[in-house]
């Protein structure tokens, strides 16, 4: 099983709301990551999960905040977002942060913030 | 952190072999090269890496230049399910941190 998962598929939420995305993986992997993709351009990393603890924040505005309850699962937890924040989210994971490893990609979320 | 330059675009058609090229000049002996591919709609995909020595998988093939300045993704039977971006990601830049730092990539278009 090499699938990532990503719930909800879809999102719309107002800047006074508070909101999470949801990320899952059983693979085994203890590398795990949020980037932002938004239309037409490449995707842009946002966290960096090794064995559970936040090893890279990419400078996000603290209006995101991660969160990485065991070795499967990864959130990301939304509140007071901008409209520029309505984007795709994609989370991936990998056995490891090493260079040599590739990353698998869930589908993401497409969030609008209205 | 070293770059890479890829075509903003190509076009192939179906059932031909298609060769997507990336110049990378100033690679650094650690860096591994990475393939990746996000088609309409969807998350990005691994698709092959390599050091030094061409690689072969079931997606396709990575034809790494003997200076490594250059690489070239093939993929040997283009399908209309290969229509894509197709990113050439260098990594080693930042010492097993996990980044993959995306560039603009190739679009392939492929016609039937």
């Known amino acids: 099983d090499t699938e990532v998962t990503q719930t909800p598929k879809h999102l719309v939420m107002g800047m006074t709301n508070k909101k999470s995305l949801k990320c899952e993986q059983h693979m085994g992997h203890r590398a795990m990551y949020w980037y932002k993709q938004k239309a037409k351009k490449p995707p842009e990393l946002m966290f960096v999960y090794s064995y559970e603890k936040l090893s890279i924040n990419e400078s996000v505005p603290s209006r995101f905040s991660p969160e990485c309850p065991n070795s499967s699962l990864l959130n990301l937890h939304l509140h007071a977002l901008q409209p520029e924040d309505s984007a795709l989210y994609l989370c991936a994971s990998s056995r490891g942060t090493g260079d040599n490893y590739e990353q698998y990609f869930g589908p993401g979320t497409r969030l609008t913030v209205t | 952190d070293a770059k890479t330059t890829q075509p903003n675009s190509m076009e192939s058609n179906e059932e031909e072999p298609v060769h997507l090229p990336c110049n990378h000049s100033?690679?650094?002996?650690?860096?591994?090269i990475h393939w990746y591919r996000q088609l309409p709609s969807q998350g990005p995909e691994y698709v092959i890496h390599?050091?030094?020595s061409n690689v072969n998988n079931r997606m396709a093939s990575l034809a790494i230049a003997e200076d490594r300045k250059s690489s070239t993704l093939i993929l040997h039977r283009a399908t209309l399910r290969d229509a894509a971006v197709y990113y050439c990601?260098?990594?080693?830049?930042?010492?097993?941190?996990?980044?993959?730092?995306f560039g603009q990539g190739t679009t392939l278009q492929v016609k039937p």
């Open positions: 990601i260098l990594r080693g830049g930042f010492g097993n941190t996990g980044k993959l730092i």
């Open positions: 390599g050091l030094t």
């Open positions: 100033t690679i650094s002996g650690t860096d591994y």
